[in-house]
Each structure stands twice: as C-alpha cells, then as structure tokens.
C-alpha cells in the first residue's frame, strides 16, 4: 500500500479534490483508520464515497489545517487544554511561594544565613587586615631601630600574629 497521499487541485476553481482513502490518511498520521471516521463525524472535512469510490476521500492539507484548528494531534490521551499555559504559570507561582517560605524558615532556624550580610562582613573584615598591613612598617620602625636581625623578627611576628587575631575576632 502506497504511504503517498494523492492531492490534485480542480481545475476549474482551485478546489482540492478530495483523493486519498480513510486508509492513507491513517498510515499518514500513524492513527487508527477509527480515529480517521470518529473525526469525519466531528466535522473533519471529506467526501462521501460515491459509486465508483469505496469510502471516505480526503485532501490531506484539509486534514492537516483541521487538526491544527481542533487541537487534534493523533496521540493517544486527551488535547491538550487551552488553559494549560495558565495552569502551567499558577503552578510555578506556586512553587516559588512554598521555596521562599522554605527559605525563610531555614533562615529563622538558623540553618542559612544571608550570603549579603556575610560577604560585606567579610569585606569589612579583609579592609581591617589590609590597611593594619599597609600601616605596619610605619608602627614598627620606631621600635625597631636599634634592634638585631632576631630582635625585629621577633617584633614583626608579634605584630601580625596580633593582625591575625584582630581579624579572627572581627
């Protein structure tokens, strides 16, 4: 059996002739010769077999056009609803309510903490460090004058270990 769908438009107006079979337009759509009835009964454009024809005749762009327009898509199920857009957006709405609401019970109970809050603290923690380092040399170089190589080591040390637990407390 020929897969191919006969399509001839009539000469005189431009009309589709209706040539292919209830059979062909199935095996086209991979549906059910039944689905292919149910819908002429729904009002899927075809002509009535006449004499000479055994059964429906069906112009396959007709078919197509129809189904666009009646939301049919062959599959098994339901249509899908026009209002599923809608549903889809309330759903995620939803959603990012009940996430929020998570979020801000984890952040009560203690189990996150706000990532702005600690980052400027961080950076305030990080400016302290760096301007104490920068202004060392300028502390330590009265007391180190007079001082052998061990002695200003020492002094050094003491110093930014007394940086690093400004910072720790910070």
Not at 41 to 48: Q, W
Not at 135 to 164: F, H, K, M, N, Y
Request: hydrophobic share 35%.
């Amino acid at each position: 059996m020929s897969t191919r769908a006969k399509t001839t438009r009539s000469p005189s107006c431009g009309i589709p002739k209706r040539e292919s079979t209830t059979e062909e337009v199935a095996e086209l759509l991979d549906v059910d010769r039944a689905t292919i009835l149910r819908w002429s009964g729904e009002g899927l454009p075809h002509d009535k077999p006449q004499k000479k024809q055994a059964g429906n005749r069906y112009d396959v762009a007709e078919v197509a056009a129809w189904m666009k327009a009646n939301n049919r898509t062959g599959e098994v199920g339901r249509p899908a609803d026009s209002d599923s857009a809608l549903v889809g957006h309330k759903t995620r709405k939803e959603k990012a309510l009940a996430d929020r609401y998570e979020r801000e019970n984890a952040v009560a109970a203690g189990l996150l903490i706000d990532a702005a809050a600690e980052q400027k603290r961080d950076i305030q923690k990080i400016t302290l460090v760096r301007n104490r380092l920068c202004g060392l040399g300028a502390a330590l170089s009265p007391q180190l004058e007079g001082l052998d190589g061990a002695q200003r080591q020492s002094a050094i040390d003491a110093a930014v270990e007394e940086i690093l637990q400004e910072f720790s407390r910070a």
